[in-house]
């Protein structure tokens, strides 16, 4: 017989999540674009368990937007202001110092002023790099989307699973170094810095339990090796993979 599942964190009810949560309230609106592969297989999606976090989130499942009603809606409400998080030449580095440059105006500035008053709507694609890229590709509306992004305070701490560079981050760890950086910046509030990563933590030491455990089936055997010490996978060009929130001109 299955295990009677808790319907809001997608885990069994014993190892349920939701009462340790606190939802935080946030200025910004967080949108979690889903694969439908996160949504139906994947027990330890880290985009739901921030979801969790946020009483000013939402999450949507599909591939592709632009037909979406309720992604719609929001990019064209004129009381949001909708941006994509994606690294990019062209995203916004809400870590960047507010500082004049030397050669013109200050990004971060300039972003502000068009926030003005408006809510910030953050769309985050909640997929692997290769879903996500494909989600994107069919969404021409997200395409449109001015971009922002971080820089990393730390590598990633996913263990369980392989990045393809230790800056790429899970939806969970993106998100708790965008809400520091838009308290950086004076843009929202992040009342409790500590809870994702905690749960981040709580998360991964469960499945390597699970999976040093001989008597839990269906998990690995053998320990997973640190981020520090795995060879990331190549390209189809043969080369590594690049790091995607490196600076623009590094």
């Not at 709507?121 to 290769?130: G, H, I, K």
């Not at 393809?164 to 810095?193: F, I, M, N, V």
Request: aromatic fraction near 8%; hydrophobic fraction near 35%.
């Amino acid at each position: 017989m299955s295990r009677v599942t808790c319907y809001r964190c997608f885990w069994p009810e014993p190892l349920c999540w939701c009462r340790s949560i606190t939802p935080m309230a946030t200025r910004t609106r967080f949108v979690f674009l889903m694969h439908p592969k996160e949504f139906k297989h994947e027990k330890a999606a880290t985009g739901r368990l921030t979801h969790l976090c946020l009483s000013h989130s939402r999450i949507i499942s599909w591939v592709g937007f632009d037909g979406d009603q309720e992604v719609q809606a929001l990019i064209r409400d004129p009381a949001n202001f909708p941006v994509l998080l994606y690294p990019g030449r062209e995203a916004v580095n809400l870590s960047s110092p507010e500082v004049p440059p030397a050669n013109g105006e200050n990004p971060l500035a300039c972003f502000r002023e068009t926030l003005g008053t408006r809510t910030l709507t953050v769309f985050l694609l909640d997929a692997t790099w290769a879903l996500g890229r494909k989600m994107l590709r069919l969404s021409p509306s997200l395409q449109a989307l001015p971009r922002v992004m971080f820089t990393p305070s730390a590598p990633s701490r996913y263990i369980i699973k392989q990045q393809p560079h230790p800056s790429c981050l899970s939806t969970l760890e993106a998100t708790h170094e965008l809400l520091l950086a838009l308290q950086q910046a004076g843009l929202d509030d992040y009342p409790l810095p500590e809870q994702l990563l905690s749960l981040f933590q709580r998360m991964q030491d469960y499945q390597l339990r699970c999976a040093s455990d001989p008597a839990m089936a269906g998990y690995r055997r053998g320990r997973y090796k640190p981020p520090s010490e795995r060879i990331l996978p190549r390209g189809r060009s043969g080369r590594r993979r690049r790091n995607v929130f490196q600076k623009p001109d590094a």
